[in-house]
């Protein structure tokens, strides 16, 4: 694309704005006002604040426990090797590098992703000029009270660590394809290596990057084509080879001075992260085309995800194929900038997985194979076995705010048809099918797919309050509009709340009549945003619905991250060490004190299932820790340790040879997990029946309000613990929990 051209694609961009931000877009994105400076300074005050307040009060979640006794090691210099069951060692480091200054707690082993929260929630602040002015503050407010973004900021994984880097990746691209400046491909080249440090769903991002890229691409060029070709002489062979003729030579070589900026962006992406996919080919060994080879590109046992035996030889055959190849690509389009761009990014991406170059062979070669190859793997398993529906249920559960308005705002975007709106939604829906395809399903995960449905519909907010013509109508008007949505919604409550168990017929007359009613409105909400007379009733009528939902976001943000952070009441909590343990763990260190015994208080800790965690990390300044297994044969009486926890199945084993040395033992839930039999054989057809079930209303208006009705019924994999006579009376949350509502 030659001058001329990219001058309209430059024109084209800024076209979409809102007219109150065009003239800024080449100028300092902090041009902001005092309103603007004082909004943003308190979200990041409210956010931080929410992010830690207690932040160390919750049970340590397995992985999280992991996280933090590896990083705890790597504080006092025992080394970190990469391991991707892990994932990326980046948040290890940093964590280790806040043990190493400030000491090692649970507060500090969380206290990293609290901060990237916070800085997640002041990032709009660097895309205004697309989102606009209302529309960016519109996007912090959401992701500072988002249930998803809060929990998970203070929750030792690194999916919110991804967001921010993710988030970063859009707003350098944009930028980019505006100004063409180099800084940002240099950027972009450093968040991508922090992303690959990270976790694999890098993959994921790049991928769906790239393809909007790709189709990008293949819409330009076909929109050039049949602007150049008279359709009614040219026939379809003749139309397929200009479009491939247009393809192959649009981009004149693939040179960055005459490539237009989508496809340069295309290129850096691609070469830095092609070599990235080389164990992707551990697909190809158990099909015909590799399998009578016997050759293992990934193991499935052993060291899972890196290649054996002659694989090995084929491995390191496509790695250097592929960094040649990316190269060349680099060199062709344009050397200069292509060889800092993969300097920052190797460079990164070596620290990191070398930890500082302290392991270099291993960790060049885990980073560059196995951190895809045990994901390769790992696929097969579908760890957590959800339906896939799972996101539609916990999206709407949690994200009900941004999830209904990003409906909206897609829906109008895909009318107007703008290029940055167009990708938003693409965004948007893309990683939610993305996420739900893959196999493995979580609901740390519900961050990535919430991200961009809250900045699309941020944006989508903004623009209406923006253009908004407040005084075309009376106050009175605009107030009793506003307060409409809130008036319908309670009037259904009171319904459902009042009349829910009454009986047929009405209790299947009643919920249809609802349905209607509310259907029939929305539908002339529809028809009426088409006519510009009623345009600002409707977008009032939205901006109602979003002043209730708001503080019900609130509630259900601090309910999930402060009341039920680890009671599997929630969804959002699924399987979560019970807090119990910490009770437990505060019993112990009584009994040290009282026996005079410390940090070297005997313990005994049965490992089956996993059970060696946290208390790994909850332990690791005690010195007389055990980890055995207990079973028939081993529990043959230990005369030293003072306290025992065995694993349930091997209670009656531990029972006979325990019972008299120590207190009647006690059963503990060790880990807890939401009832998840309430939506796994969710169907069409008993979605369909519920709707005329006004019981079925009640139950799911109770849980979604109130997280109702799954309390009893939550599961859990024990403990006994066994304690010699001096350890303290236990109160433990666990009883109270299953026994409410």
């Not at 996101?391 to 409906?407: D, K």
């Not at 399903?441 to 989508?460: D, T, Y």
């Not at 800790?605 to 909850?618: C, E, K, L, V």
Request: proline residues 4%.
């Amino acid at each position: 694309m030659g001058t001329h051209k990219e001058s309209e694609y430059t024109y084209s961009v800024i076209n979409v704005l809102p007219n109150s931000i065009k003239h800024k877009l080449k100028i300092s994105q902090f041009d902001l006002s005092f309103a603007e400076v004082g909004t943003y300074f308190l979200l990041a005050l409210l956010a931080l604040a929410l992010r830690v307040f207690q932040l160390g009060g919750r049970a340590m979640h397995h992985d999280e426990s992991l996280h933090a006794f590896y990083s705890w090691q790597l504080s006092e210099g025992m080394g970190l090797v990469h391991n991707p069951m892990m994932h990326g060692p980046l948040q290890m480091e940093i964590t280790a590098g806040i043990f190493f200054l400030f000491g090692d707690s649970d507060f500090n082993a969380r206290v990293f992703y609290a901060v990237i929260g916070t800085v997640l929630v002041v990032m709009p602040i660097l895309f205004r000029s697309y989102l606009g002015k209302l529309g960016a503050i519109f996007t912090s407010s959401m992701l500072c009270i988002s249930p998803a973004m809060l929990y998970f900021s203070r929750f030792a994984r690194n999916d919110i660590i991804m967001a921010v880097f993710t988030f970063g990746l859009v707003i350098t691209l944009w930028n980019y394809l505006a100004t063409k400046n180099n800084k940002y491909l240099y950027i972009m080249s450093a968040l991508l290596a922090l992303c690959f440090g990270t976790k694999e769903t890098a993959f994921l991002v790049t991928g769906l990057l790239g393809l909007y890229l790709v189709i990008r691409f293949l819409h330009e060029t076909w929109k050039q084509t049949m602007e150049d070709t008279k359709l009614d002489v040219t026939t379809y062979p003749q139309l397929y080879v200009r479009l491939i003729q247009k393809a192959t030579s649009s981009g004149k070589g693939f040179s960055k001075s005459t490539a237009p900026a989508y496809l340069s962006v295309l290129i850096l992406l691609s070469t830095l992260t092609l070599p990235q996919w080389s164990a992707f080919a551990g697909i190809l060994q158990t099909t015909p085309l590799l399998n009578w080879s016997n050759l293992t590109l990934v193991s499935e046992t052993g060291n899972i995800g890196m290649p054996v035996g002659g694989g090995k030889v084929i491995a390191s055959m496509i790695v250097a194929g592929l960094l040649g190849f990316s190269s060349y690509i680099g060199y062709k389009w344009c050397w200069s900038v292509w060889w800092r761009c993969a300097a920052i990014f190797y460079s990164c991406w070596i620290l990191i997985y070398t930890t500082v170059l302290t392991n270099l062979g291993d960790g060049i070669r885990s980073g560059i194979w196995q951190s895809l190859g045990y994901w390769v793997v790992q696929q097969g398993e579908a760890r957590g076995g959800q339906p896939n529906h799972y996101y539609l249920m916990i999206t709407p559960l949690y994200e009900y705010l941004p999830f209904l308005v990003a409906i909206i705002a897609s829906i109008y975007y895909l009318r107007i048809r703008d290029q940055f709106s167009l990708f938003l939604v693409y965004w948007a829906i893309a990683t939610f099918v993305v996420y739900t395809v893959a196999s493995e399903k979580m609901p740390w995960l519900l961050v990535n797919i919430s991200l961009p449905i809250i900045v699309l519909s941020g944006r989508f907010l903004g623009r209406i309050v923006e253009f908004t013509k407040w005084n075309s109508i009376s106050k009175i008007r605009v107030i009793i509009t506003l307060l409409v949505p809130g008036l319908v919604t309670t009037l259904v409550w009171a319904i459902i709340e009042y009349w829910g168990d009454i009986d047929e017929p009405a209790s299947t007359v009643i919920p249809l009549v609802l349905i209607l009613l509310v259907g029939g409105g929305l539908y002339l909400a529809i028809r009426l945003s088409l006519k510009g007379t009623y345009k600002l009733y409707v977008s009032l009528i939205l901006m109602g619905l979003v002043a209730l939902l708001a503080p019900l976001t609130v509630r259900t943000s601090l309910t999930a991250s402060y009341i039920n952070s680890d009671i599997p009441v929630e969804m959002i909590v699924y399987t979560q060490t019970s807090p119990d343990l910490k009770t437990i763990m505060t019993g112990m260190e009584e009994m040290g004190e009282r026996t005079g015994d410390g940090k070297r208080l005997p313990i005994k800790i049965d490992q089956t299932s996993g059970f060696t965690w946290p208390w790994s990390w909850y332990l690791r300044h005690y010195e007389n820790v055990g980890y055995p297994t207990y079973n028939s044969e081993s529990n043959t009486g230990d005369p030293t340790a003072k306290v025992i926890l065995v694993h349930s199945k091997n209670h009656e084993a531990a029972d006979k040879a325990y019972s008299r040395d120590y207190l009647e033992p006690k059963r503990i839930p060790h880990r807890w997990w939401f009832p998840e039999y309430t939506y796994r054989n969710v169907s069409i057809v008993s979605v369909l029946g519920s709707l005329a079930d006004f019981g079925a209303w009640k139950r799911l208006a109770s849980y979604w309000l109130n997280r109702e009705g799954v309390a009893k019924n939550i599961g859990s994999e024990d403990s006994y613990l066994y304690a010699r006579e001096g350890f303290p009376q236990l109160k433990l949350l666990s009883e109270d929990v299953r026994s409410g509502p």
